[in-house]
Each structure stands twice: as C-alpha cells, then as structure tokens.
C-alpha cells in the first residue's frame, strides 16, 4: 500500500511518514499542492492524506484535481480548521474523511486502514496453499502455525500474494513497500526475502517463494506431484 502524505510543515510531515512506513506502509511526502499533483500523477496511490493549507494552493484545490482523475485514491484531510463549516465542507467536495489537529497518530492509523480497506477491492483474506494472510488483522499463519513478521516482510508478503503467480521485479516490490527509489545497487529485498523465507519456508517440505532469474521473486503453490497410475496395479492383479 502506498500513502501520499501531502504537508507543508516538515516536522509533521517527518512524524507521518515515520509512523506510516512503521505500520507497513510505502510513503510519499509532498510540502505544497504542486508537488502533491506531480506526484499523483506519475504515480498509483492507495490513499491520500492532505493538509489544507498549502503554501501554494488550497488544499480543497488540490483535491478537486485529485477528484477529476478516472480512479483518483481516496483522500483524508488533515488540517487545523476545525469548524464545523470546514468539515462539512471537506466533505462535501468529496474527501473521504476528516480529522481535525492537533490528532492522536493511533487515531489517524485507524482511519487510514479504514479508508484503505473501503478502496481495496481485493480480499481481507489471501491464500496461498496452506499459507494464509489476515490483510485486517495483519496476522500470518502457515498450516494453522502463527508466524511473526516485521512491518516490511508483511508488506511484501502481501504485495506478493495479491499478486499470486506473478513475477515481481526488485523494483516493484521496493517501490511499493519502500519509500524509495531502487538504485539497482541495494541488496535489501534478498535480505527480505532471505527473512521470509526462514519463517514461512524453511521449516515446510513445500517452497512458495521462488526465484524468477533475472526478474526477481513470486509465490505461488508448486504443482502436486501426479498421482502415480493404477495401471501397474492393473497388471499385478492380472
């Protein structure tokens, strides 16, 4: 999942980035409404949380733009105006939801996981053989054994069984799970992926996260052996 925070104040916007990429999340940050529409525009996100008063433009501004695209993500204000009039406002032009600051970050995360699991038409539940992944409670269990993960290996075990069978390149899985570019020189992701796979496949006979040379990584259930045919029986009894 991937989160635009747009916010021209620093210190705030250090605080979400920080407290949303420690729940999992891959963060943006933009300081006014022109980085915030650049951003939308060369790139997908699941949600945008976005602060009124810009130094540029307003905030109301930049969401009615937001609002225009085809599949624009949600957007959750988060701005000091807190009257009534404000609210009532903001919501009317079309944003999702809105919190008022100062805000408590526990309340701010809960919202964001709301809006995310409202825009997400993907399951809550995602299988793969006999590993399963609660997307809601953020829970992980292979053949109905709990497995703990850091926020990054869940974000990239989502990432990759929602896209089950797929191959992902080093680059797609850095870019959505972390909030940086891939220079082609990190190791980080076969580093994760050496983390996961000691938790989910080490310890199982059977291996989901395969290598793709050359690509990069997916996961998916390897074809069961065929069952051995009942001719040699056949020809036994004979």
Same mark, same amino acid.
């Given at each position: 999942?991937?989160?635009?925070?747009? /916010?021209?104040?620093?210190?705030?916007?250090?605080?979400?980035?920080?407290?949303?990429? $420690?729940?999992?999340?891959?963060?943006?940050?933009?300081?006014?409404?022109?980085?915030?529409?650049?951003?939308?525009?060369?790139?997908?996100?699941?949600?945008?949380? #976005?602060?009124?008063?810009?130094?540029?433009?307003?905030?109301?501004?930049?969401?009615? =733009?937001?609002?225009?695209?085809?599949?624009?993500?949600?957007?959750?204000?988060?701005?000091?105006?807190?009257?009534?009039?404000?609210?009532?406002?903001?919501?009317?032009? $079309?944003?999702?939801?809105?919190?008022?600051?100062?805000?408590?970050?526990?309340? #701010?995360?809960?919202?964001?996981?709301?809006? #995310?699991?409202?825009?997400?038409?993907?399951? /809550?539940?995602?299988?793969?053989?006999? #590993?399963?992944?609660?997307?809601?409670?953020? =829970?992980?269990?292979?053949?109905? /054994?709990?497995?703990?993960?850091?926020? =990054?290996?869940?974000?990239?075990?989502?990432?990759?069984?929602?896209?089950?069978?797929?191959?992902?390149?080093?680059?797609?899985?850095?870019?959505?799970?972390?909030?940086?570019?891939?220079?082609?020189?990190?190791?980080?992701?076969?580093?994760?992926?050496?983390?996961?796979?000691?938790?989910?496949?080490?310890?199982?006979?059977?291996?989901?996260?395969?290598?793709?040379?050359?690509? $990069?990584?997916?996961?998916?259930?390897?074809? =069961?052996?065929?069952?051995?045919?009942?001719?040699?029986?056949?020809?036994?009894?004979?």
């Amino acid at each position: 999942m991937r989160i635009l925070v747009v /916010e021209d104040e620093k210190r705030i916007a250090d605080f979400l980035s920080r407290g949303l990429q $420690g729940a999992g999340y891959a963060v943006d940050t933009a300081p006014s409404g022109g980085a915030a529409l650049d951003c939308v525009h060369s790139a997908d996100y699941d949600l945008v949380v #976005l602060d009124l008063m810009l130094p540029d433009m307003d905030g109301l501004q930049v969401m009615e =733009k937001i609002r225009n695209r085809k599949l624009g993500p949600p957007v959750l204000i988060l701005s000091a105006r807190g009257a009534l009039d404000d609210r009532v406002k903001g919501l009317e032009l $079309g944003a999702d939801d809105y919190l008022v600051k100062p805000f408590a970050f526990v309340e #701010l995360l809960a919202r964001v996981r709301a809006l #995310l699991r409202r825009g997400q038409p993907a399951p /809550e539940r995602l299988q793969v053989a006999d #590993l399963a992944l609660d997307c809601i409670r953020r =829970k992980v269990t292979r053949n109905g /054994e709990a497995i703990d993960l850091a926020p =990054k290996e869940f974000g990239i075990l989502e990432y990759m069984m929602r896209n089950k069978g797929r191959p992902l390149s080093r680059t797609m899985i850095v870019e959505h799970v972390w909030d940086m570019d891939y220079d082609g020189l990190t190791n980080i992701v076969d580093v994760y992926i050496r983390h996961l796979r000691s938790k989910i496949d080490d310890r199982f006979p059977q291996k989901l996260i395969q290598t793709v040379r050359g690509i $990069g990584y997916m996961i998916e259930a390897p074809d =069961k052996p065929a069952e051995r045919s009942a001719e040699p029986v056949a020809e036994r009894q004979a």
